[in-house]
């Protein structure tokens, strides 16, 4: 497991930002047109307390979270449990334990694929994709400022051109999407840096932060299964 400390220690938080993310629901409105689910198959790979899974319910025919650390995967299938097309499962990138060729589209946010070492997940995710399926992957853009200048402060060994350039020559391409994080209160933003930052960091980020609001742009990147024979 990687460890994931903002929604393993601090779960209200957590799921506080994901209702401030993107307001405008520009990641969604993006993905669909990269790799449309209606109708279709979805497998979101460490998904969490299982946010976006009735997002893609909304249209998908079935949807699969998969995520390795215990109390998300009961939080997860407590939020799904009145969907029958919804199912949550204990694994993680590396195993899904999933058919082989039973997904059409392949969905991570924030979890996992963060660049070389992502390698078995990616390889894991073509085998249970079906020919023309794809796999998104969601992550934060750390080159577009001022969100990725903290991140890049609090993380000096994290290179995000280095995890792009992984992507971009193992058969990925990349949209960015620049999205809006609108906070009801200055509290709100507090905790939501204070569990993405170090101290340091975070009261840096609070006081560069007027306002109740926050540009942050993500990157997606996505590989297709190819159809037919592959030479
Ligand atoms: C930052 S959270 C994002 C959760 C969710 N995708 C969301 O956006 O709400 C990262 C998640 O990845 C999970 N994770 C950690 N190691 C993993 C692995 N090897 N395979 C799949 N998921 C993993 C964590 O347990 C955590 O739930």
Redesign the pocket.
């Known amino acids: 497991?990687?460890?994931?400390p903002?929604?393993?220690h601090w779960p209200d938080v957590?799921e506080l930002e994901?209702k401030v993310q993107d307001v405008d629901g520009a990641v969604f409105a993006a993905l669909e047109s990269i790799a449309p689910w209606a109708g279709r198959d979805v497998v979101?790979?460490?998904?969490?307390?299982g946010?976006?899974l009735p997002i893609f319910a909304g249209s998908a025919r079935t949807v699969v979270g998969?995520?390795?650390?215990r109390p998300?995967v009961k939080a997860a299938k407590r939020r799904t449990s009145d969907d029958d097309r919804i199912r949550v499962v204990r694994?993680?990138?590396?195993d899904l334990s999933l058919p082989d060729a039973s997904a059409d589209v392949v969905h991570?946010?924030?979890?996992?694929f963060f660049g070389p070492k992502s390698a078995p997940?990616i390889e894991e995710a073509m085998r249970v994709l079906r020919p023309g399926g794809a796999l998104v992957i969601v992550d934060l853009d750390a080159t577009a400022h001022p969100y990725g200048e903290w991140m890049c402060t609090d993380l000096p060994h994290y290179s995000p051109k280095a995890a792009e350039s992984f992507f971009l020559t193992t058969g990925f391409d990349i949209t960015r999407v620049d999205t809006r994080w609108v906070f009801p209160d200055r509290e709100a933003l507090a905790a939501v840096l204070g569990i993405e930052f170090s101290k340091r960091i975070a009261a840096r980020a609070l006081a560069e932060t007027p306002g109740l609001a926050l540009d942050v742009r993500y990157r997606i990147h996505c590989r297709r299964k190819a159809r037919g024979f592959v030479v």
Request: glycine letters at 12%.
């Open positions: 497991m990687i460890p994931s903002n929604i393993w957590y994901n979101d790979v460490g998904c969490g307390a946010f976006h998969v995520e390795p650390y998300l694994g993680s990138a590396e991570a946010r924030t979890a996992y997940g």
